[in-house]
């Protein structure tokens, strides 16, 4: 049974950081692609940040380039993200996904269940 298990969420100032994790098992973490989508209220769910396999390669929405970065424990099945700079558009239910044929192949991602990132003014 594949579970991905996402924390590190809460309520940050504008300016202010947080990092997420999320801790997988009942997969074959080394073999996955990873990544961090997040959906605001009323709105679809985006693609924030992904990862290859090894971790030699990211690709981030524009809208948090520089500011957010992906990473990975391929010996703790571990994918975190880093959040930097925060702003109140940032706010959302961040979900960690795997996908072992990677994000782009039109095969079903796994899921985890969402944290809450809020961001105040």
């Known amino acids: 049974q594949v579970q991905l298990v996402e924390s590190g969420g809460g309520l940050v100032q504008a300016g202010g950081s947080l990092r997420l994790s999320c801790a997988t098992s009942g997969l074959i973490f080394r073999l996955n692609a990873m990544g961090w989508y997040r959906q605001a209220p009323g709105k679809q769910r985006d693609m924030v940040a992904v990862i290859s396999t090894g971790g030699y390669s990211t690709k981030y929405a524009d809208s948090v380039k520089g500011r957010f970065t992906i990473s990975r424990d391929n010996a703790k099945n571990t994918v975190y993200l880093q959040m930097n700079s925060l702003k109140p558009e940032d706010t959302a239910v961040y979900y960690c996904?795997?996908?072992?044929?990677?994000?782009?192949?039109?095969?079903?991602?796994?899921w985890g269940q969402g944290t809450q990132v809020t961001v105040s003014s």
């Open positions: 996904a795997a996908n072992r044929y990677g994000f782009s192949s039109g095969n079903d991602n796994y």
